[in-house]
């Protein structure tokens, strides 16, 4: 009976064990019902019973209550009886029990893996292909041209997947995070995954953290992970959503109060009666947006919104299981937060923030105003609903509850529309309930199950490079130049219901809670309030199979990289620290303001050289500004008196035997978990990033690869750096955690001056550095 069971609903494995207390979950493959797999990846286990048993040790040890996110955190201890804890302060060695890779950065990190010579991942992992498909006309299209552009890469990871035991979601599948939700995310479950946006999965319950592929490596290998004790942050959510106002509406508030880097060292951990307000996929929402408040990661506490969806994902067994043990899955009584808001979600009103950073909240009945006050451009060119952060049944629903009321009023969109559904699960569901035609027949257009636009994956053509507009987005990030590479375009973050009203108005000054639109027989109509299910009334129809299961037994297939390709390139290790002092390191570039791992590496065109370490090189800090001269890629050769592009200054350095330091910003590397954005230095010669305070995976992804992220002791001797000076660090014999070093700054006037600098280095990575990278110290240990 269980295997007819298995056969027909062909989406997950569940052994049950020691009194249904241990749990295997396995590949959840997505296949069509009548699939059956003839083997399954090893299965993520995980024994509830020992994540009870770890949490009660801790407990006990700390005499204390936990938070939820402690809880699943410390029950993932390597050890809990010897570990050392304290919030903020110690490193934690952990074991995850999953990894997941999007295409882009899984590149990198099968290289690596592959560098590594184990033969097979220690871990069950995926490769999710979401990031190579660029928007230009539609799904179907765009989709098919992909598959022939990147034919080379996805032969790759499809192959280094089946040799070393990585499930592949082909492309098509959908975006990484909506798979995972859909599939691996379980509550209590500790997953790491090569993109900033991971936390996606806290939404059910999960601890799924943003991590580079230098750490993704180590999961795989088998080796503990290292994460710094997080901080918690309690957001204690009161009243009710109702109305315009969605779950994107708490994010956006929670950004506009802690700003891009409130978050940084914490973990989010939202509670309250206000909680069960919100359906699964909206507390996805939340915590996936989480990562541009910098936190480690975001947490919602296990209810009945989340037991629905994994009954309707086809997880009923994890559901009950999870009912058993539902005291390990929310937080102790009494627990304490280093930090508490309070929202009232029955006072809070629909927000957009924007333009150019994710943290300048304002009420949507406030932005025309805002918008003409500091010269926005009003008018909307184009809507955009979709993306990672939201693109769920409920948020398809509700934008075409909307869509139905203007074509019911003969009205369609003013601005362009874009629509990305999440996976091909949701795609094909909204397809068979008519949600995709409404969209259509509004002006929309839908396009494949990727990132697309969000990830600068759009292939823009209504404006000119450098025309000033505005767009507005359902998305989570808005850097400058982030969705469509023009600088003058104003991006604003909001939920998909507000895209939609104002795709539909054409303007940013139109609030659907007060204004007015004009129907095509000019009658004066209000659009109601966005309404939608949040899940199917049907089951999900899981569309097309996209899953490929790695083989049995794989000695036979071939993982080939051609020694003349533009776009994979095998790795060779970084050099060995030579036992010296860094001296007279050139500064390449004094980086001015805000400086996204976007500015540092990217997107956009050059995600196809994400598996070419020295051609993605070129686009290095080609974004950032320099102070000297305010300029993007345009800085000063010291040796040859000319200017020139950063990567080829820096290369020219290289060529000379000069290395060399960047100096930064506040939250340098903040974004994307892109561990290019710290290869790409090291590769070309760097090996300081001097700056007065660092995002947390970037600083990391610098760690890993033998680079030295410092930081100003004080903030204000970043104005002591001119930008053709040479900086000298020093005390590197006894280079150890909590010791800071020594940093020379030698003028050109031959003036001198000595400043303090601190790291975050524990003893286990002070060993990369002296190795040379995280990958070189763990092929010396095997």
Not at 196 to 225: K, Q, R, Y
Not at 291 to 302: C, D, L, M, Q, R
Not at 419 to 439: H, M, N, Y
Request: net charge neutral; hydrophobic share 35%.
């Amino acid at each position: 009976g269980f295997l007819i069971y298995l056969i027909i609903n062909c989406t997950h494995l569940l052994v049950l064990g020691e009194g249904a207390r241990r749990l295997h979950v396995s590949a959840a493959f997505n296949a069509k019902p009548k699939v059956a797999m003839s083997r399954f990846e090893p299965g993520t286990s995980i024994s509830y019973e020992k994540l009870h048993e770890n949490i009660d040790i801790v407990r006990k040890r700390l005499n204390r209550p936990l938070t939820l996110s402690e809880k699943i955190v410390y029950g993932h201890l390597d050890d809990p009886v010897g570990q050392d804890i304290a919030r903020g302060r110690t490193y934690l060695r952990l074991r995850p029990d999953r990894v997941a890779m999007q295409d882009a950065t899984a590149q990198m990190a099968m290289l690596q893996f592959i560098s590594s010579g184990l033969p097979k991942v220690a871990v069950p992992s995926t490769i999710h292909c979401d990031h190579l498909i660029e928007a230009q006309i539609g799904g179907v299209e765009d989709l098919k041209r992909a598959k022939e552009v990147n034919q080379e890469v996805y032969n790759f990871l499809a192959t280094a997947g089946a040799k070393y035991g990585v499930g592949f979601w082909k492309p098509g599948s959908g975006i990484i995070h909506q798979i995972i939700l859909e599939n691996y995310a379980y509550p209590g479950v500790l997953l790491i995954g090569t993109d900033s946006h991971t936390p996606n999965g806290g939404g059910l319950g999960s601890i799924c953290i943003g991590v580079g592929g230098a750490d993704a490596v180590d999961v795989m290998a088998g080796i503990p992970w290292e994460l710094k004790c997080p901080n918690v942050i309690g957001v204690k959510l009161t009243g009710s959503l109702s109305g315009w106002t969605s779950p994107k509406d708490v994010i956006l508030k929670v950004a506009g109060i802690l700003t891009v880097k409130g978050g940084t060292g914490a973990i989010v951990e939202y509670h309250g009666p206000g909680v069960d307000s919100i359906s699964c996929t909206g507390m996805a929402t939340i915590c996936n947006m989480g990562a541009e408040i910098g936190a480690t990661t975001s947490v919602f506490p296990y209810n009945h919104r989340m037991k629905t969806y994994l009954n309707k994902t086809g997880r009923a067994d994890i559901a009950a299981l999870a009912d058993e043990h539902k005291d390990d899955l929310v937080p102790d009584k009494g627990c304490k937060y280093d930090q508490v808001i309070e929202i009232n979600l029955s006072e809070l009103k629909p927000h957009i923030n924007g333009p150019f950073t994710p943290d300048l909240a304002h009420p949507v009945s406030e932005i025309g105003a805002v918008a003409e006050k500091n010269g926005w451009p009003l008018e909307v060119k184009v809507g955009l609903i979709g993306s990672c952060t939201n693109s769920s049944y409920e948020d398809m629903g509700r934008a075409a509850s909307l869509a139905k009321q203007a074509l019911d009023k003969g009205l369609k969109c003013k601005a362009a529309f874009t629509v990305t559904p999440g996976s091909e699960q949701i795609r094909a569901t909204i397809e068979r309930d008519g949600f995709s035609k409404i969209l259509r027949d509004v002006g929309g257009v839908v396009l494949a199950n990727a990132c697309g636009p969000c990830i600068g994956q759009w292939d823009r053509k209504d404006v000119k490079m450098g025309e000033k507009n505005t767009i507005v987005t359902s998305y989570n990030r808005n850097f400058t130049s982030r969705n469509d590479a023009n600088p003058a375009t104003h991006a604003f973050v909001t939920s998909p219901e507000i895209v939609t009203a104002l795709a539909i108005a054409g303007t940013l000054k139109f609030d659907p809670e007060t204004d007015y639109l004009t129907a095509a027989n000019g009658e004066k109509f209000k659009l109601e309030p966005p309404n939608g299910d949040e899940l199917p009334a049907r089951d999900f129809d899981p569309g097309q199979d996209t899953y490929q299961h790695p083989p049995a037994e794989s000695g036979s297939v071939m993982v080939d990289v051609s020694p003349t390709s533009t776009r994979l390139q095998l790795l060779e290790p970084f050099d060995k620290w030579n036992g010296k002092d860094l001296e007279d390191l050139q500064v390449l570039i004094k980086v001015k303001g805000k400086c996204t791992t976007d500015h540092i590496s990217a997107a956009g065109p050059w995600l196809k050289f994400r598996g070419h370490l020295d051609n993605i090189s070129n686009n290095m800090l080609i974004g950032a500004i320099n102070i000297e001269n305010d300029a993007v890629n345009k800085i000063k050769n010291r040796l040859t008196g000319e200017y020139g592009g950063v990567p080829d200054v820096a290369r020219h350095y290289k060529a000379n035997g000069l290395s060399w330091v960047v100096v930064g910003d506040d939250n340098y590397g903040e974004g994307s978990s892109r561990e290019h954005a710290a290869l790409e230095p090291r590769h070309l010669g760097g090996r300081v990033i001097l700056v007065k305070s660092f995002a947390r995976i970037h600083e990391t992804n610098l760690k890993k690869q033998g680079m030295l992220p410092l930081t100003f002791t004080d903030p204000t001797d970043y104005d002591k750096i001119r930008p053709d000076d040479k900086i000298s660090i020093t005390g590197l014999a006894t280079f150890a955690p909590g010791k800071p070093l020594k940093g020379v700054v030698k003028h050109g006037d031959g003036s001198q001056d000595i400043i303090t600098l601190n790291h975050t280095f524990n003893e286990n990575q002070v060993e990369w550095f002296h190795a040379g990278s995280a990958l070189n110290r763990m092929k010396e240990l095997q």
